[in-house]
């Protein structure tokens, strides 16, 4: 049940922009090709460059499933 209140999509971007920690950028890699991924903060997802895809950040959380994943734009 709803507590009454209406959702707010802008409320919901700004959860979704929750600061990823630095020190666990720094250890992630893609899980598919094992190599260093790149942060892009303005649309909040990791960038495998050797995968060709995106991972989502959600509140704060990398999402590294490949299923999540979105393929990069060529």
Do not use: F, W
């Amino acid at each position: 049940m709803s507590d009454g209140q209406a959702e707010d999509p802008a409320a919901d971007a700004a959860s979704a922009q929750q600061a990823v920690d630095p020190r666990l950028l720094e250890i992630l890699v893609c899980p598919l090709t094992k190599q260093p991924l790149i942060y892009d903060r303005a649309k909040n997802e990791l960038i495998s460059r050797a995968a060709g895809l995106a991972y989502p950040i959600r509140g704060g959380i990398p999402i590294m499933l490949p299923d999540e994943a979105r393929p990069l734009d060529h």
